[in-house]
C-alpha cells in the first residue's frame, strides 16, 4: 500500500512537470511612470538602461530601474530577451562593477510585481517589468514594450 502511494506521488509530480507554466508563457510588460514623457521603447533601448549606459531619460530625469528576483521566471525572460544574458550572469556582471566602483545605475531588486507596479507609479524616472495582466488596466503606469 505504501508503494502504490508513493507511486502515485512520483506520478502526480511527473504530470505535474509536464504540464506548461501558463504564467511563464504570458508576456512580460515593460512599463514605466504614466508621466514619463518617452514614447515606445525598442529592446535596444532598454538594454543601455539595464546595461550602465543610458542614465537619464531624454527629459532629463534619472532613471530608476527595477528588477526582480533572480529565481523569478519573469526576470529569466527579461534578461534572456532583452539583454541576452542569464539572470545569474547579469547578477554577477552588476556585481563586478558594483566591487570596481563602476556601477552608475544599478537595478534596484525587488520581491515582487506588485512593488515594482507600486514604485513605477510613484517615480517619474522608473522603469520595471512585470506580467501584462499585472499591469492591464492600471492608468498609473504605461506599457512601453512587450516581450512575447
Known amino acids: 500500500m505504501r508503494a502504490k502511494k508513493a507511486l502515485c506521488f512520483l506520478l502526480f509530480i511527473f504530470a505535474f512537470n509536464l504540464i506548461p ?6 508576456p512580460v510588460a ?4 504614466r508621466g514619463n514623457t518617452a514614447g515606445g521603447m525598442d529592446p535596444g533601448e532598454i538594454r543601455k538602461m539595464y546595461t550602465n549606459n543610458t542614465l537619464k531619460w531624454p527629459d532629463g530625469n534619472p532613471v530608476i530601474l527595477y528588477d526582480l528576483l533572480i529565481e523569478n ?6 534578461s534572456s530577451k532583452i539583454l541576452g544574458k542569464d539572470p545569474e550572469r547579469v547578477a554577477e556582471e552588476w556585481a563586478h562593477l558594483k566591487i570596481t566602483n563602476q556601477a552608475k ?10 512593488l515594482i507596479i507600486k514604485r513605477v507609479a510613484a517615480e517619474r524616472g522608473a522603469i520595471g517589468y512585470v506580467s501584462l ?13 512587450t516581450i512575447e
Open 133 to 145: 495582466s499585472a499591469v492591464r488596466n492600471n492608468p498609473q503606469v504605461r506599457v512601453v514594450f
Open 30 to 33: 515593460v512599463i514605466v511612470n
Open 105 to 114: 545605475n544599478p537595478p534596484v531588486t525587488v520581491k515582487s510585481e506588485a
Open 21 to 26: 507554466d501558463a504564467r511563464a508563457a504570458e
Open 73 to 78: 521566471r519573469l526576470r529569466e525572460v527579461f
